[in-house]
T-cell receptor
Framework: DVKVTQSSRYLVKRTGEKVFLECVQD?????MFWYRQDPGLGLRLIYF???????EKGDIPEGYSVSREKKERFSLILESASTNQTSMYLC???????????????FGPGTRLTVT | GESVGLHLPTLSVQEGDNSIINCAYS??????FIWYKQESGKGPQFIID?????DKRQGQRVTVLLNKTVKHLSLQIAATQPGDSAVYFC???????????FGTGTRLKVLA
């Protein structure tokens, strides 16, 4: 079974703190994603990475950065946390796919971040 | 912009009945569709998917129907069980990209 793990289930941080959220997958997937999930808004893509050291902005990258130094690990960084970044953060991974293959995304359990 | 919407925020069904959860999407270029189940405190779990060149796909107790004419997707769960209680949402893939648009979810409540 594919396993995607996230470093924390719950996190409470203060405004202005630097926050690191880590995600690890064990299936040698090329693609990794960070989403945030808010009530009434669905999942929104923050960043995704299609290879080591490669990244692409999603729909809401402002206030976030990412790091992918190893294939299995994708980190989301909040440089200076703000209260509007209080949310559920979900990491996902998938194979690259290609041709007719459409890779399914596998999600981690999520990190509920509260910024006070 | 693109959107994916679900018709009902909450759906209550009797145990043993069939459930139908609906989803509407806006982008006619979407080529791939997925249904996810999310239980409380957990990440989304893949249920079933369908490509745009199909109009129906069946899994174990679940069926997905795709109507590209009206841009509508539905998930049917047969003989709904208490373990089916969760939030269900659909996602569509932007053709030729890795990017998905997610709906906001329908909470399915199974009544004993």
């Amino acid at each position: 079974d594919v396993k995607v793990t996230q470093s924390s289930r719950y996190l409470v941080k203060r405004t202005g703190e630097k926050v690191f959220l880590e995600c690890v997958q064990d299936m040698d997937h090329e693609n990794m994603f960070w989403y945030r999930q808010d009530p009434g808004l669905g999942l929104r893509l923050i960043y995704f990475s299609y290879d080591v050291k490669m990244k692409e902005k999603g729909d809401i990258p402002e206030g976030y950065s990412v790091s992918r130094e190893k294939k299995e690990r994708f980190s989301l960084i909040l440089e200076s946390a703000s209260t509007n970044q209080t949310s559920m953060y979900l990491c996902a991974s998938s194979f690259r796919g290609g041709g007719l293959a459409v890779p399914s995304q596998y999600f981690g359990p999520g990190t509920r971040l509260t910024v006070t | 912009g693109e959107s994916v919407g679900l018709h009902l925020p909450t759906l209550s069904v009797q145990e043993g009945d069939n459930s139908i959860i609906n989803c509407a999407y806006s982008n006619s270029a979407s080529d791939y569709f997925i249904w996810y189940k999310q239980e409380s405190g957990k990440g989304p779990q893949f249920i079933i998917d369908i490509r745009s060149n199909m109009d129906k796909r069946q899994g174990q107790r679940v069926t997905v129907l795709l109507n590209k004419t009206v841009k509508h997707l539905s998930l049917q769960i047969a003989a709904t069980q208490p373990g089916d209680s969760a939030v269900y949402f659909c996602a569509t893939r932007r053709s030729g990209t890795y990017k998905y648009i997610f709906g906001t979810g329908t909470r399915l409540k199974v009544l004993a």
